[in-house]
């Protein structure tokens, strides 16, 4: 909990306000988004009204949503992409790729609406700078076509049986001695509230919250240089990017 507003100097309140902005763009997965959240809450509901007043501006660059672009323009679906067709292509993601096509990619399959690389992106899923690190082409292309066939736990969205037989999936948001609050679409804050007495059954889904068909709206070679962004953690400068790759 954040002091009582009478421990703090307007230099210090300053400073606090300062210190979140900066930490916002810091990389990280969506619970360090809600602690630093409730950091700011917690800081706020300590000031009067008129001492909100005061830090306005800077409260508002704190609340202020990235003004990067994180989509494209709604396109066709190229096909129904299956591992088996494109893994036969992965050696390609390696060199002579486009960077400038990767990042349309990026924006095109919404990968930065639910998850972030370096500064840009969401942290509704797992942050991906480093991705390319930790795993090969491979593995990443199956994780994105089948979303389901691994999920980790941390963002694992549970099934709610209710007395009245509804089901309801999601991801816990905040409870109370009464009501269950349930995150159930993440892209767009999506929350329900449901009371405690009504679920007859609670089970981990099965299904990654995470759609399976992102990258059907891409060609092969537009999911080659996603591929190859990912595997580089959005490095232009990095050898895959590079056309002549005998110039390194």
């Known amino acids: 909990m954040v002091a009582t507003s009478g421990r703090w100097s307007s230099e210090n309140r300053t400073d606090f306000l300062n210190w979140l902005i900066k930490v916002k763009n810091y990389p990280g997965g969506?619970?360090?988004?809600?602690?630093?959240?409730?950091?700011?809450?917690?800081?706020?509901?300590?000031?009067?009204?008129?001492?909100?007043?005061?830090?306005?501006?800077?409260?508002?660059?704190?609340?202020?949503?990235?003004?990067?672009?994180?989509?494209?323009?709604?396109?066709?679906?190229?096909?129904?992409?299956?591992?088996?067709?494109?893994?036969?292509?992965?050696?390609?993601?390696?060199?002579?790729?486009?960077?400038?096509?990767?990042?349309?990619?990026?924006?095109?399959?919404?990968?930065?609406?639910?998850?972030?690389?370096?500064?840009?992106?969401?942290?509704?899923?797992?942050?991906?700078?480093?991705?390319?690190?930790?795993?090969?082409?491979?593995?990443?292309?199956?994780?994105?076509?089948?979303?389901?066939?691994?999920?980790d736990p941390k963002y694992q969205h549970t099934l709610y049986i209710l007395t009245n037989g509804k089901i309801v999936t999601g991801r816990p948001a905040g409870f109370d001695g009464t009501s269950l609050k349930l995150e159930t679409d993440p892209i767009n804050e999506t929350i329900i509230t449901i009371k405690r007495d009504e679920i007859d059954e609670s089970i981990l889904s099965k299904t990654s919250p995470m759609p399976p068909n992102l990258i059907n709206v891409l060609t092969r070679e537009e999911i080659l240089d996603l591929l190859a962004y990912l595997r580089t953690g959005g490095d232009a400068t990095a050898p895959a990017f590079n056309p002549d790759p005998t110039n390194k």
């Open 30 to 151: 969506k619970q360090m988004a809600e602690r630093l959240q409730n950091l700011r809450d917690d800081f706020v509901n300590q000031m009067s009204e008129a001492e909100q007043q005061q830090y306005q501006t800077l409260l508002a660059e704190f609340d202020a949503p990235p003004a990067e672009e994180v989509s494209a323009p709604a396109r066709p679906q190229v096909r129904q992409w299956t591992l088996e067709e494109l893994e036969g292509s992965l050696a390609e993601v390696e060199t002579g790729r486009s960077y400038q096509q990767a990042r349309q990619a990026l924006l095109a399959a919404s990968c930065l609406k639910c998850h972030r690389i370096n500064n840009s992106g969401a942290y509704i899923g797992p942050d991906l700078t480093n991705v390319g690190k930790r795993f090969d082409s491979r593995t990443i292309l199956e994780s994105i076509i089948e979303p389901s066939k691994v999920i």
